[in-house]
């Protein structure tokens, strides 16, 4: 070939540049049980909750829908909720509060497109980081007013206002009881979140 260059077999093959994942490749994953979310792009997968998170979000979840729905004001929705903060930022919060006047943000297909009036995480030991760092930055720059961190470990309940585009906790009452400007009458007793949680 008179020294002419052979293309069939390159000396530095091109390869596929990893990308941000999507909601869209979020959502053509296997239904395989596993928790998974999309931060920034990156694919976060969570272990599946231990029993004492299960004891604890099935009680807080109890507790806010009897209040919210004897209210008529509002709903409460346990995990599995994906929350489209935008498309390379997905989560899936243990529980979410929304008013009834917004509903509409929970669309039919299971995504919330705006803010819920109230997040919950709950800690677990893989997902510290995460839910204190990582996504109470994303709650904030997506507008989210209040952010419940639930410790099972240390049996509190940290309530976090939006302010100014930065969360400042809030302390309990004299009665260690989580209340709600945004939702008059509601008072969570924090023995009562942890209940059976620790058998």
């Known amino acids: 070939m008179n020294g002419a260059r052979s293309f069939d077999a390159p000396r530095n093959p091109i390869r596929a540049l990893p990308r941000p994942l999507t909601y869209t490749d979020l959502s053509l994953m296997p239904d395989d049980g596993s928790r998974r979310e999309v931060i920034g792009g ?23 829908q009897q209040f919210l729905r004897a209210t008529g004001g509002c709903r409460a929705y346990a995990h599995p909720v994906d929350l ?83 969360y400042g906790q809030v302390q309990p009452g004299d009665d260690s009881r989580i209340a709600s400007r945004q939702f008059p009458g509601l008072r969570i007793d924090p023995a009562e979140v942890f209940a059976g949680s620790d058998v």
């Not at 694919?43 to 979840?61: D, G, K, T």
């Not at 297909?109 to 995480?121: A, Y």
């Not at 952010?147 to 939006?162: G, H, M, Q």
């Open 84 to 166: 489209y903060i935008s498309q390379h930022d997905v989560v899936q919060p243990a529980l979410i509060a929304i008013r009834a006047s917004r509903l509409g943000i929970y669309q039919a297909e299971g995504v919330v497109v705006e803010p819920p009036d109230i997040v919950v995480d709950i800690l677990s030991p893989s997902s510290q980081r995460v839910d204190r760092v990582r996504k109470m930055a994303l709650y904030a720059s997506f507008g989210v007013p209040k952010y419940w961190v639930v410790d099972p470990a240390a049996k509190s309940i940290e309530v976090n206002i939006l302010d100014d585009g930065a």
């Open 42 to 64: 990156e694919l976060i997968v969570n272990s599946v909750p231990r029993r004492a998170h299960q004891e604890i979000s099935a009680n807080l979840h109890w507790m806010l």
